[in-house]
């Protein structure tokens, strides 16, 4: 069975600040996205990754695929309050299409 | 881009009844469909792959007499969650893939809040 451990699940910060979210397997993805999700609300796709090593920025995010496309990262830059949200990385399983997503990571930045 | 709108956006209802959330593509056809639950400050958990024309294929745990799923067209499945009880409540999202390849990026639905009193 494929998982996705995404750290950390909750994440409280001040307006300003870096922070990293971490998704890591055991199992090889050909792709891993992400998704940031506001509440009562669905998942909006920010970014796919599909080569081992590929960086891929969006703004003040910046993404990035492992070497061995077992794991990603997201890192914020300056971090404002309209980044709150949960984010979720989520990796396709083999060839079904199946969506296998991390727990998810909570973010909050107060003003 | 693809837009997937599902209805109703919120529903209560009484324990026992039987409760029906539709998934529609809008722009594009979607030969597979997918539902999930999310619980609150969760993320979320794959039900089932929904199939136009054949049976879905449920996940482990998931109980296929109480959750009914209808793909009747290429771009509409169901969802019906049937006889519900209270710890049936939870956020339902639906997923659509606009193309053969399942490798393609999925198209999200805004949800569905489902209250059981």
């Known amino acids: 069975t494929q998982l996705l451990e995404q750290s950390p699940q909750f994440l409280s910060i001040q307006e300003g600040e870096n922070l990293t979210v971490y998704c890591n397997s055991s199992?090889?993805?050909?792709?891993l996205q992400w998704y940031r999700q506001e509440p009562g609300e669905g998942p909006v796709l920010l970014v796919t990754v599909v080569t081992g090593g590929e960086v891929k920025k969006l703004k003040r995010l910046t993404f990035q695929f492992g070497d061995a496309r077992k794991d990603s990262s997201l890192h914020i830059t300056a971090a404002q309050t309209g980044d709150t949200g949960l984010y979720l990385c989520a990796g396709i399983s083999g060839n079904t299409g199946k969506l296998i997503f991390g727990q998810g990571t909570t973010l909050q930045v107060k003003p | 881009g693809a837009v997937v709108s599902q209805h109703p956006s919120r529903v209560i209802c009484k324990s026992g009844t039987s409760v029906k959330i539709e998934c529609r593509s809008l722009d594009f056809q979607a030969t597979t469909m997918f539902w999930y639950r999310q619980f609150p400050k969760k993320s979320l958990m794959l039900m089932a792959t929904?199939?136009?024309?054949?049976?879905?294929?449920?996940e482990q745990g998931v109980e296929k007499d109480k959750f009914l799923i209808n793909h009747a067209s290429l771009t509409l499945s169901t969802l019906t969650v049937t006889s519900a009880h209270p710890e049936d409540s939870s956020f339902y999202i639906c997923s659509a893939n606009p193309g053969a390849n399942l490798q393609e990026t999925q198209y999200f639905g805004p949800g569905t809040r489902l209250l059981v009193l």
């Open positions: 199992s090889v993805f050909s792709s």
């Open positions: 929904s199939n136009e024309g054949s049976k879905a294929t449920y």
